[in-house]
């Protein structure tokens, strides 16, 4: 069936990298727009980055910009957050989530969520 | 960047009961490119309903959406009790893509 499973989450210290990863399965992969986003403990929902669906234009949270990255290797049907420079605001579940039907939609698949704790 | 306000924050209800949502933006939503969400404890969002008033594929008839611009709603017409939760609106027209801070929706 159609699932989003994401990966790499854990504990890690102020200022380090994390690389988080999201597979995907039981649909085109590589014809969908792919997002991040992130929900601190007991908080909303908060939008991360965006990637197209072949890679040629990725979008960023101002909050994230110049430290976080996202791409996608369409040939393993996997999409990545590499996070730089972590701070403790960046502690969150992270989800991954499919654009139902090109730019500019809604999202119609989510992945479970990988836990990010920034501490010391 | 659009800010979308949700209110109440928190709906306190009984099952069977008619519950009305409102989501405000700070500036006109493109094309109404709104969408709500649903969110239980310790799981990921659903999509409940996109373009200001289509339903995702599954959702029950006794949710719609309605609005336009900067004033959208999400009503669900009689409470069950697994409608029990928090949810966001979320513009997806414009980047940054922002959602708004939740409605908590409560049993009474």
């Known amino acids: 069936q159609v699932q989003l499973v994401e990966s790499g989450g854990g504990v890690v210290q102020p200022g380090r990298s994390l690389r988080l990863s999201c597979t995907a399965s039981?649909?085109?992969?590589?014809?969908?727009?792919m997002h991040w986003v992130r929900q601190a403990p007991g908080k909303g929902l908060e939008w991360v980055a965006v990637?197209?669906?072949?890679?040629?234009?990725?979008y960023y949270a101002e909050s994230v910009q110049g430290r976080f990255t996202i791409s996608r290797d369409n040939s393993h049907n996997t999409l990545y957050l590499q996070m730089s420079s972590l701070r403790a605001e960046d502690t969150a579940v992270y989800y991954c989530?499919?654009?139902?039907?090109?730019?500019?939609?809604?999202?119609?698949?989510w992945g479970q969520g990988t836990m990010v704790t920034v501490s010391s | 960047e659009i800010v979308l306000t949700q209110s109440p924050g928190t709906l306190s209800l009984s099952p069977g009961e008619r519950a009305t949502l409102s989501c405000r933006a700070s500036?006109?939503?493109?094309?109404?490119?709104l969408a709500w969400y649903q969110q239980k404890p310790g799981q990921a969002p659903r999509l409940l309903i996109y373009?200001?008033?289509s339903r995702a594929t599954g959702i029950p008839d006794r949710f719609s959406g309605s609005g336009s611009g900067t004033d959208f709603t999400l009503t669900i017409s009689r409470l069950e009790p697994e409608d029990f939760a928090v949810y966001y609106c979320?513009?997806?027209?414009?980047?940054?893509?922002?959602f708004g801070q939740g409605t908590k929706l409560e049993i009474k």
């Open positions: 500036q006109g939503v493109r094309s109404s490119y």
């Open positions: 979320q513009q997806y027209g414009s980047s940054p893509y922002t």
């Open positions: 373009g200001a008033s």
């Open positions: 039981g649909f085109t992969f590589t014809t969908y727009g």
């Open positions: 989530a499919r654009e139902k039907n090109g730019i500019w939609s809604p999202f119609d698949i």
């Open positions: 990637i197209w669906y072949d890679g040629s234009n990725k």
